[in-house]
C-alpha cells in the first residue's frame, strides 16, 4: 500500500480525531531471473503499452496464496517504468514495478478443503 489509512490529530485537551482515506493504492514488484522468457513478454507488454496513454494502466494483476487463503488482486495496474538492467560476472534479476489499485483479501491460514 502507498498510503495509511487512517490518519489522526490530537486536540489541545488530548482528544483524537480519525479521519479514514479511501485511497487502495499499492505497489507491486515482480522479480525475475535474467534469464527469464517472462521478460519478454513484459517487456513486449511494456512497449505497447507505452505507445498510447490509452493502453496505458490497463493491467490486471492476480496473487494468490492458496495454502494460507490469501488472494491479492491488482487492478488499473500501470508499468512503472522500464527496468533497470545490470551486465555483471554473475547474473542479476530484472525487477518490474507496477502502481495500481489493491483489493486484498486474507485466509484464515489454513488450506481450503
Given at each position: 500500500m502507498?498510503?495509511?489509512k487512517?490518519?489522526?490529530?490530537?486536540?489541545?485537551?488530548?482528544?483524537v480525531?480519525?479521519?479514514?482515506?479511501?485511497?487502495?493504492?499499492?505497489?507491486?514488484?515482480?522479480?525475475?531471473?535474467?534469464?527469464?522468457?517472462?521478460?519478454?513478454?513484459?517487456?513486449?507488454?511494456?512497449?505497447?503499452?507505452?505507445?498510447?496513454?490509452?493502453?496505458?494502466?490497463?493491467?490486471t494483476?492476480?496473487?494468490?496464496?492458496?495454502?494460507?487463503?490469501?488472494?491479492?488482486?491488482?487492478s488499473?495496474a500501470?508499468?512503472k517504468?522500464?527496468?533497470?538492467?545490470?551486465?555483471?560476472?554473475?547474473?542479476?534479476?530484472?525487477?518490474?514495478?507496477?502502481?495500481?489499485?489493491?483489493?486484498?483479501?486474507?485466509?484464515?491460514?489454513?488450506?481450503?478443503?
Open positions: 502507498v498510503e495509511d487512517n490518519s489522526m490529530v490530537i486536540g489541545a485537551d488530548g482528544s480525531m480519525h479521519s479514514l482515506h479511501a485511497g487502495k493504492g499499492c505497489t507491486v514488484t515482480i522479480r525475475l531471473l535474467k534469464t527469464s522468457p517472462v521478460n519478454y513478454q513484459l517487456m513486449s507488454l511494456f512497449n505497447y503499452q507505452t505507445t498510447s496513454s490509452a493502453n496505458h494502466g490497463q493491467n494483476i492476480s496473487i494468490r496464496n492458496p495454502v494460507r487463503g490469501d488472494s491479492i488482486t491488482v488499473q500501470a508499468f517504468k522500464q527496468p533497470d538492467l545490470s551486465y555483471a560476472k554473475d547474473g542479476n534479476t530484472v525487477e518490474w514495478g507496477f502502481d495500481g489499485v489493491s483489493d486484498t483479501i486474507l485466509g484464515i491460514g489454513t488450506p481450503a478443503i
